[in-house]
Each structure stands twice: as C-alpha cells, then as structure tokens.
C-alpha cells in the first residue's frame, strides 16, 4: 500500500521584481505565463509504500525542504498531485509547530493534540516523552530558552510517541549531540521493525546508508535517480565531491543516463 503518491509535483515560487504594469498581469494570465517564477520542483513524481524507509538527497537548493513541505499540507503544488495516506509526523528545520513563549510541557500538549492525541492519551504517555528527551529540568521554561537539539530532542520525542504511520524529518537530527542521535536511530529501527514508513532529508550520507533502504537524488528540483541506497549513494557522493566534474553538471544529456527509476521526466 502507498503511503506517499507524488504524481508529477511542480512547484513555483515568484520572484517580486518591482512593480509591474497591469496589461503585463493581463498578458500572463491570458497565455498562462508563469511570471518570474522560479521551478523549485519540476514535474517530480515517486511513491512511498508502508514500511519503506526513504531518504531525499540533493544538494542545497534542490528542492528537498520544499517537497516535504507540500507533503506535509504546508504548501500546495502548482502542478500535479500529492496524496498522503495515514497520519504523519513532521520535524521539519526550525523545530516546527513549537511556539517560543510556551513551555516544554505546553507545547508537548499542543504537539500532541495536533499530532492526534485525545488530553487524556497526552497526560498518559507526557512522562515517557519527557523521559526519552531527557529535558526534564528545563520542561517548565519556555521554549525560547532552549537550545537547538534540546527543542529538537522535545519534538522527536513527541513525534515518536504518537504512534504515526510516517514520520518525515528535514535534517534536524544533525543538531542532536551523539548519544541523542544513537537512541534517535534506534528508536526509528524500532517504528521500521513496526511497519512504519520514513521519509527523510540528510546530508550525511552515513545517516542515510543506516536508516533508509532507498533513495531519491533530487537536482535544481527533478529526480535524477531513485533506487536502492547503495545504487544512488555512489553516483550522488562522486557528484558532490566533484559537482561540476560532469561536463554541463547533470544537465541535459546526463541525466537519463543516471536514472536507475528516474521518474521525472524533465
Ligand atoms: N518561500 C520561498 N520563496 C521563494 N523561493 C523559495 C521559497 N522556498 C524555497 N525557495 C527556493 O526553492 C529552492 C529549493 O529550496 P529548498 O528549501 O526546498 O531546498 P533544499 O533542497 O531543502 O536545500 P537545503 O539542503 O539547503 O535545505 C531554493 O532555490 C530556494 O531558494
Ligand atoms: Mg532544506
């Protein structure tokens, strides 16, 4: 069963240049102009099925942050369609969904609510979360007083206990010291050995040999592989250790050549 469908994703952002005069806004919205937009994703589509741990890998500015984004509901596609079956647990960058003037303890009750928890599912499982992050001295301060990996310890803990049947992070596992970082990689061994499904964005490519057993390389927003780890790590570490060694980067005629399941079709 697909727990992710993306089916041919693109994703514009506009760029403001100065004001613009109205019959240039006319003349784009009778030919379908696209105004000084910029492709973030282009025609991007792959599948998730249940159980299956998945890493995106590309370099900044690929377009990573922003197809989690839309497959989380934060954003919508310009193009194509993304469908999302069962509940999902996000940690995106910036610790997303915390609010700063709120303490550990209000905000691990807001997280939860929203992840799906009834008050009194919360206030059960409050000690566990509390207990895996190991904050406990500080979960009566406002967030704003935390550190990076202390917010980020917070919001894994709380994401991991609410029991999803995906669990999407952006990068963030990064700031987490590294006995955090071994007990986060056990606990998502744990929810795979469950049936739950990974998706996740790394730019440690050790992290993403461990965790995922496929990977999907983004570039300037198109896939240029999707395959095994072990498949598309080799072309993607050789490629960003020398990223203009490749005459023309991946542009063009590189690409179709490095598809193992190219599915973008850009
Ligand atoms: N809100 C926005 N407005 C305009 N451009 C944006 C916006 N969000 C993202 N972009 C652009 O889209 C492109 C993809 O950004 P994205 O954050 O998805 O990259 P990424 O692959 O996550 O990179 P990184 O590895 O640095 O996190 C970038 O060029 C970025 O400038
Ligand atoms: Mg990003």
Not at 29 to 35: D, E, G, L, T
Not at 159 to 182: K, M, R, T, Y
Request: glycine share 10%; with cysteine; aromatic share 6%.
């Amino acid at each position: 069963m697909n727990i992710i469908a993306v089916q041919g994703v693109s994703k514009v952002f506009r760029q403001k240049k100065g004001r613009r005069l109205l019959r240039d806004h006319v003349r784009d919205i009778v030919s379908r102009n696209q105004p000084d937009g910029f492709h973030a994703l282009r025609n991007v589509s792959f599948t998730v099925s249940q159980g299956e741990s998945v890493a995106l890998v590309g370099a900044n500015g690929a377009g990573k942050s922003t197809m989690l984004a839309l497959i989380c509901g934060l954003a919508t596609p310009d193009e194509g369609t993304v469908e999302v079956h069962g509940p999902l647990a996000a940690l995106l960058e910036l610790s997303s969904g915390f609010h700063p003037d709120l303490t550990g303890r209000e905000n691990v009750m807001l997280n939860a609510a929203f992840l799906g928890l009834h008050k009194r599912q919360a206030l059960e499982k409050f000690a566990s979360i509390v207990e895996f992050s190991e904050i406990e001295s500080f979960i009566d301060q406002p967030l704003r007083t935390y550190s990076a990996g202390m917010a980020m310890r917070l919001g894994f803990s709380v994401a991991v206990h609410c029991d999803p049947a995906l669990i999407i992070i952006d990068e963030v596992l990064g700031v987490g010291d590294s006995a955090f970082q071994q007990k986060c990689m056990e606990r998502i061994h744990e929810l795979r050995r469950d049936g739950k499904s990974l998706l996740c964005v790394s730019h440690s490519i050790p992290l993403v040999r461990e965790l995922c057993s496929r990977a999907i390389w983004l570039h300037e927003g198109s896939v240029v592989m999707d395959g095994a780890v072990d498949e598309v790590m080799g072309p993607y570490e050789e490629f960003m250790l020398n990223p203009h060694g490749l005459r023309g980067g991946l542009r063009g005629a590189a690409l179709p050549k490095l598809g193992a399941r190219a599915s973008s079709t850009d």
